[in-house]
Every structure is written in structure tokens, then in C-alpha cells.
């Protein structure tokens, strides 16, 4: 099923608050291969996906048809531990090429105050066709 062109600038609703904790980051860390300290610059990645998956929900496309096509961050400050962010996905754009569609995405992430931290850009391809 291809995904509606008529979604290109709707926001949907913001993630749940996920808390950044010295364990998170930890994780986050070890698992992309990184020392500990600071927060890295990839870890607004798990609020985003969090974002992807309900949009992705919403719109009824199952997480198996998506290869991911690019992703980056623009940040207005570092995220640092006790930073409670959530994200607000708005498609930007969708088109068909070959059959599959092209997403693009913009999350602004926030902290609690509601201060931009991050705005992380995606491109997504659902594959269509045969499963």
C-alpha cells in the first residue's frame, strides 16, 4: 500500500518523555561501539526512532517494509544526562520512485521546558511491492 502524499506536513503527536540517565547512555555507548562520558552526538536516535515507530503506527505501515536512507542531527545544545526530551515527527515529504516511496521526516526534539535541543532529519524508503 502506498503511503499518502496528502501527509506531507502533518506533525503527529510528541513521544512519550524518555529520561537521558548515565545507564542509557552507557548502553547506547557500548552498543555503537563508543567510550563513556558524554552523551553521544547519535544518541537523540532513540527518542527519534521512538517517533518513527508511531508514526509508522499511525499510518499503518509495518516496521519490515522500511530500509532507512539517511539520518542527521542539527543541534541548538549538546543533550546532556537528566535531559527529559521527546520528539514531534512531521513529514516533509513523500514521493514514489520504482514503485517504493521516499519519506522524509524532521523530528524536533525537545527537553521539558520545551526548549529545542535537536531537529534530526530522516530519509526512509517503504518498499513496495511483493513481501
Partial sequence: MPIDATLVGRAFPPTAPREVT???VAAFSAAVGGGSGAVPPTFP????FAALQDFLAAVGVEL???VHGDQRFRYARPVEIGDELTA????TSVRSI????IIST???IVDASG???????ATIVHRGGAS
Wanted: hydrophobic residues 45%; aromatic residues 0%.
Fill in 106 to 108: 524532521s523530528s524536533e
Fill in 64 to 66: 519490515s517494509r522500511i
Fill in 22 to 24: 548515565a545507564e542509557a
Fill in 45 to 48: 536516535i532513540v527518542v527519534t
Fill in 88 to 91: 514531534t515527527l512531521t513529514v
Fill in 115 to 121: 526548549a529545542v535541543v535537536c531537529t534530526a532529519t
Fill in 98 to 101: 520504482g514503485g517504493n516511496d
